[in-house]
């Protein structure tokens, strides 16, 4: 598999969190150079002597998605090479991404906050990110230890994912059995995976239907056995089939949209204002987008009375069924 395949299969969010951590890592700060040709998800394409112009127009987009999350990252020019872009340093500084003084844990979420921590430090990613701090170290960069106070690791991709991942890995043809909206039983499928990608907090299979014929987009939480692998290989797919799936994801998520009234100050309103996208337009009406019909009606459902569904009215009547059929089954 060629490095630049090799790349490609590291997530998104373990590539920005590794480049997070080694930005925490350094308080004189890191070139670009050396973040693209040590940190984990770039430097599987960084070349030595090679065109990196792919590479760094991905870590300008970096650098504006971890600003976004509200992450602080500095901008600093060398000593003695003022205006000279290739010189920049970039930083976390450690005392504004930190917790603030005044938040303090009680005994039971500390004890608690240290066991996630504890599950961190054995992940993957920990190793990436220490041998990513030792290659620095040979560069000559000081570093210290990024320790983060608590840093839970969370698991919560689907279980299709690592099989998955790895057919990716080997391209290899995989079957599940996948249970489509409104079908009481599900369908075997027959795939070459393309790319999980992961669109509004879901993962999903990226795939070309063997049956069928034909991309498809499988979410993995409606893969509802496990992932069967098997020998058949096919070839590689080009990377931008895996930039088309998401543009024609985005494209889904800004043509639809429903209106609702929310309770004013409720988990609801705060919850649905933060959507991408959503428009408010008073003090309870927001406009909302979403990409799927049945898991945003779920979704929905689930705020409850803090929620009326004001049109389209296939999502009303959908909102409205599952609410009645809730209550039906508590009697």
Known sequence: MSATSAASRVPVEERLFSLVLALLATDTGLTKNEILSTVQGYRQRFS??????????????????????????ETLESPGQVGNNQSLRYRIPRGDYELPAD?????????????????????????????????????????????????????VRDAAFDPLNTALEKNVIVRFNYLKPGEQEARLRTVAPIALIQHQGRWLLHAEDQDAGGTRNFLLRRIVTPVTTTN????????????????????????RTTTVEVEPGSDAST??????????????SLTLH????????????????EVLVISPPEMRAAVRSRLARTAADHG
């Not at 000081?142 to 839970?152: C, E, M, R």
Request: no cysteine; hydrophobic share 35%.
């Open 103 to 155: 938040i303090a844990f009680s005994p039971e979420e500390t004890t608690l906050l240290n066991l996630a921590a504890m599950v961190w430090r054995e992940g993957s990613l920990s190793g990436e990110s220490r041998r990513a701090i030792l290659k620095l170290r040979s560069l000559g960069v000081t570093t210290d230890d990024p320790v983060l106070g608590y840093a839970p690791r969370l698991r």
């Open 48 to 73: 030595t002597s090679g065109d990196n112009a792919n590479l760094e127009r991905q870590f300008e987009r970096d650098k504006d998605d971890i600003r976004d999350l509200g992450v602080p990252l």
């Open 290 to 305: 979403y990409s799927d019909f049945d898991l945003f009606a779920d979704e929905l459902a689930g705020y409850g009375p």
């Open 232 to 255: 058949t290989k096919y070839p590689a797919f080009d990377q931008s089939a895996t930039k088309a799936a998401l543009d024609e994801l985005e494209a889904i998520w800004d043509e």
């Open 271 to 284: 919850r649905l204002e933060k959507r991408k996208g959503t428009v408010r337009h008073d003090e309870t």
